[in-house]
């Protein structure tokens, strides 16, 4: 078991875990030394320490699923091998800052791991809602395709530009939407049944809508409940609302409705405990 003080920034992909990482990081919190980089919806960097990063992408190649992690299970066992490296990973982070974090969607899908190995840690945990989630995917999807036809010239262009531009978000929201709401269960369920196992005063749940009005409480709770040398630094600084996609119409292209019902279950518990 590992002692030292951690915090550990979880929710699924496209929650506001770079933003609130981000603000952090300019806060003073160490959360790691090599990050990835920018990205199509995500201007500013991830702010993920490629060293998780890697980790996790690693893991779910050698079980033979998407490195990206858009998966409808969590990981449920690791290799003694893999264990080893897990624990070294995180020797090294702590031998070598009093106080660091790290955020990377992934680490939900290996809680149950960072419980064992990281007993005293503190959980940040950003909820945004399923319908913004999924929006959001799926409108990374499109921009990616209408940059990659951006950059063509003559026919591909003309036929995106008159033809495929009017129909591919339709087209995305139609294969994704039922995909990408499992997936936010999946991420989602996994947190709350983490939380279910910690002690109150180890987590502290942030409903993405409420980031900007909530930071100064946030930073209290970090510096004063669970002891961060931070330093604090104006949300708004790193906050761009301009970047905030729409929310899509996603619930017509789910065609199991109980999916829907599920999602709405588990926002609804962990919303009761957010701030």
Partial sequence: MINNKVLVITGMHRSGTSLITQWLYRCGLHVGNNFMGAGIGNEDGHFEDLDFYNWHRNILNDNELPDDGLIHRSVTSLSDGQKHELRNLLK??????????????????????????????????????????????????????????????????????YFKQRYRKEHLLKKYSEHYLKVWINYNESILQHLQQLPAATYLVVDHTTLSA???????HLAAEWDFDLEYYQFDKVYKEKLISN?????????????????????????KQAI
């Fill in 247 to 271: 929310v899509l119409d996603i619930e017509k292209y789910i065609r199991d409705k109980a999916i829907i019902s599920h999602a709405q279950d588990v926002q609804q518990q962990l919303r």
């Fill in 92 to 161: 090294d982070k702590t031998k070598a800052q009093s106080q660091w974090g790290w955020k990377d969607p992934r680490t939900c899908l290996f809680l149950d791991f960072y419980r064992e190995m990281l007993p005293d840690a503190r959980y940040l945990v950003i909820l945004r809602d399923y319908r913004s989630v999924v929006s959001s995917l799926i409108s990374r999807l499109y921009n990616k395709s209408a940059h990659k036809y951006k950059q063509k010239k003559g026919l591909p262009y003309f036929v995106w530009k």
């Fill in 214 to 220: 909530s930071s100064p409480s946030v930073f209290k």
